[in-house]
């Protein structure tokens, strides 16, 4: 970045309806893991994991990735999804 930007103003906080739609996600990534994970699981335990069990493996993976990469959101900012 341009070294005359204020280190201030390159993020935001999300406020309102971006905050929600951050922490909806949130919840969102955290039940698709689960999800996917006790699904993996009983089909691996089973011995009948197939190609729709992978699909679904390759989009959870994704998802958080595309949270991460897609929001501007460093790392160090505080979200607060309980008012």
């Known amino acids: 970045m341009d ?5 201030n103003a390159r993020f935001i906080t999300p406020t309102g309806l971006p905050l929600a739609i951050v922490c909806v996600s949130l919840v969102l990534v955290f039940f698709s893991i689960l999800t996917t994970g006790l699904r993996t699981y ?3 335990r089973d011995a ?4 729709d069990d992978g699909l ?3 989009g959870t993976v994704r998802f ?3 949270l991460l990469w897609s929001n ?4 160090t900012a505080k979200l607060i999804c309980v008012p």
């Open 72 to 75: 501007s959101i460093p790392p």
């Open 56 to 58: 679904a493996i390759a």
């Open 42 to 44: 009983s089909r691996l």
């Open 64 to 66: 958080p990735q595309h």
């Open 48 to 51: 009948v994991l197939g190609l």
């Open 3 to 7: 070294s005359t930007v204020d280190p």
